[in-house]
C-alpha cells in the first residue's frame, strides 16, 4: 500500500496543498517549543507524554464488540513532537503527530472518524490519520485517509484481526510556522459487520467487499461495473464513470497486477491513475478524459500494459504521462489501439521506455517516434502534443493515396518504390518493424527510388509513404 511521491506539478493537480516552505522545511522528532497553557511537554528534557510514541500511547480498551470511543485534544498534536513520518504519506506527516493503542478480543470492523480544527497558519485543513498493524516506524500500514482537497472529517474503514495490536496515528502536514493540528476529536467504533476494503476507488469511493459486485451504487456510475478481488479484475461492461473533482474515475492505489477488463464501449471522466503494476485488456474500448487541469488522461505511477483494446485518453496537460520517466513507469502496448492527446504539454511524456507489441506501431503524428532521452514520443527533437496514434499494424488498412508500388515484394536485397502521384518534393519514408521499431526513415523527392533491404531480418515491415501504407516481406 505504500505510495510514491509525486512530482509538484501533479500533486498541485490533486488539491495537495504545497509551498517552498512547506517543502523545504522538515520538523526534527524533538518536541517543539510550544505556548505556556499546553499540557504536553514542551521540550524532550521534559520527558515524553502519553500520546508521543508506541511506549506512551493513548490506550483505547475495548471489552467487548460492538464499542464505541471518541476523544477530544483541546490541544491537538501540539507538543507531542513529530515522533513518526514515512514517504508512503507524501507530507501528511511532517507535523506534529499522537498516537493511540488499540486491540479487540475479536474480528470488528474499525471505522474511525477524525475531525480537525483549521490550520492556524493557513486557514486550511491538513491533517490525516493511519493506523498501523504494529508502531508506525516498523509497522504495516493497513490505511491512511487525509483531508486533501478540504475534506473534514476524514474517515477510515479497516478489518482488525483479533489479539491483534494496532497503532493509530494522528498526523499533520506541518511546517516551521505551523508545526500541529489545533485541535481534533477522534472516533472510533467497532462492529461485527466486517467489510473488506481494496485499494481501489471509483469516482472517489474506496470498493469494498460491500460494493464490489455492483459497483454502479457508486455516485456518478451507470452501466456494469464489477470488481472480482480474487482475480484481481475490474470489469466495465458498457459502462461510465464521472468522477467530481478531485476525484479520479479509477485510483489504483495497491491493487497489485490489476486487470481492468472492457467490455463493449465505455467512458471515464476524472482520468485513470495506477500506483502499483496494471493492465487494460479486453475486446472493448474505453475513452478516459480528465478536465482537471493538472491530471492526465492516465496518470502512470508504476508499470501500465494496454493489451487487445482500443483505448483513448487525453487531458488538458497530458494525455498519458508517468511521473518523470525515471520511476519505473514503463508502457507497454500489445495489439491494442491507443490514441493519446495532451495539446498544452505532452500527448505521451514520463515514461522510461514505450514497449510495442503484437505489431502495433505509431502511425500519427507521420515520423514520431519514441525518444529516450526526452523520456516520450516526439518528432524533429520536441515531443509531440498533438494526437498520438498507436495501432496494430494488422489492423492498418493500406492505403494507396499517392499511387504507390512496391517491386519485388517479397524482396531479398532492393525494393524499387515507384510513386505515380509526387505531389510534394517534402515526402517521407519510414520503415517499422512489426514492433512498431522505427527502422529507416529518409526523404523521397523522385517518382522511383530504390530502398536497400539487405540488412533486414527476415519478416514483415510496414513502410509508410507520406500519407500511403504498404506491406513489406522480407525473405
Not at 11 to 31: D, R, W
Not at 213 to 230: A, K, Q, R
Request: net charge negative.
Amino acid at each position: 500500500m505504500k505510495k510514491r511521491i509525486l512530482h509538484i506539478g501533479l500533486l498541485l493537480a490533486l488539491g495537495v496543498f504545497v509551498s517552498g516552505a512547506l517543502m523545504a522545511q522538515k520538523l526534527t522528532k524533538e518536541q517543539v517549543l510550544r505556548p505556556t497553557d499546553q499540557s504536553a511537554p514542551k521540550t524532550e528534557a521534559l520527558g515524553r507524554a502519553i500520546g508521543d510514541d508506541c511506549n506512551e500511547p493513548f490506550l483505547i480498551e475495548v471489552d467487548a464488540v460492538p464499542f464505541s470511543y471518541s476523544d477530544t485534544q483541546d490541544n491537538g498534536t501540539c507538543g507531542h513532537g513529530n515522533t513518526y513520518d514515512g514517504e508512503e504519506f507524501t507530507g501528511w506527516d511532517n507535523g506534529e503527530d499522537v498516537v493511540y493503542k488499540i486491540q479487540t478480543p475479536q474480528e470488528a470492523q474499525a471505522i474511525i472518524t477524525l475531525e480537525g480544527s483549521l490550520s492556524g497558519d493557513s486557514s486550511g485543513y491538513f491533517h490525516m490519520v493511519a493506523i498501523f498493524e504494529g508502531c508506525p516506524d516498523s509497522g504495516t500500514l493497513m490505511a491512511s485517509a487525509n483531508s486533501q482537497g478540504g475534506v473534514n472529517p476524514v474517515v477510515l474503514n479497516q478489518a482488525l484481526a483479533a489479539n491483534t495490536e494496532y497503532f493509530i496515528l494522528v498526523d499533520y502536514w506541518g511546517i516551521s510556522a505551523d508545526p500541529c493540528l489545533p485541535s481534533y476529536t477522534i472516533d472510533v467504533e467497532l462492529s461485527t459487520d466486517i467489510v473488506y476494503f481494496y485499494d481501489l476507488e471509483i469516482a472517489g469511493e474506496q470498493v469494498s467487499s460491500e460494493n464490489s459486485g455492483d459497483l454502479s451504487v457508486i455516485e456518478g456510475v451507470t452501466g456494469s461495473v464489477v470488481y472480482d478481488n480474487d482475480s484481481k479484475t475490474l470489469t466495465l461492461d458498457n459502462a461510465n464513470i464521472s468522477a467530481s473533482e478531485p476525484a479520479v474515475g479509477i485510483n489504483n492505489t495497491g491493487v497489485e497486477d490489476l486487470k481492468i477488463n472492457l467490455i463493449g464501449s465505455n467512458t471515464i471522466q476524472g482520468g485513470v491513475r495506477n500506483e502499483v503494476s496494471s493492465e487494460i485488456a479486453g475486446m472493448g474500448s474505453v475513452s478516459i478524459t480528465s478536465t482537471e487541469s493538472g491530471m492526465p488522461g492516465i496518470y502512470m505511477l508504476a508499470p501500465l500494459t494496454i493489451k487487445d483494446c482500443s483505448v483513448e485518453a487525453e487531458g488538458p496537460k497530458w494525455g498519458i504521462a508517468g511521473i518523470n520517466g525515471q520511476s519505473g513507469e514503463d508502457l507497454v502496448i500489445d495489439h491494442a489501439t491507443v490514441k493519446a492527446t495532451g495539446a498544452e504539454v505532452a500527448s505521451i511524456v514520463d515514461i522510461p521506455s514505450l514497449t510495442l507489441n503484437g505489431g502495433c506501431v505509431i502511425t500519427a503524428p507521420e515520423s514520431a517516434a519514441f525518444d529516450e532521452e526526452l523520456y516520450g514520443v516526439a518528432l524533429n527533437g520536441e515531443i509531440v502534443k498533438e494526437q498520438v496514434v498507436i495501432e496494430p499494424a494488422d489492423g492498418i488498412q493500406e492505403e494507396n493515396l499517392l499511387g504507390v508500388s512496391i517491386y519485388p515484394n517479397p524482396a531479398k536485397d532492393y525494393v524499387e518504390i515507384n510513386i505515380e502521384d509526387v505531389i510534394s518534393h517534402d515526402l517521407s519514408l519510414q520503415v517499422y518493424d512489426m514492433l512498431g521499431k522505427l527502422i529507416e526513415s529518409q526523404s523521397i523527392t523522385e517518382q522511383t527510388t530504390q530502398l536497400n533491404i539487405k540488412n533486414l531480418e527476415k519478416g514483415v515491415y510496414i513502410l509508410k509513404i507520406g500519407n500511403s501504407t504498404k506491406r513489406l516481406i522480407k525473405n
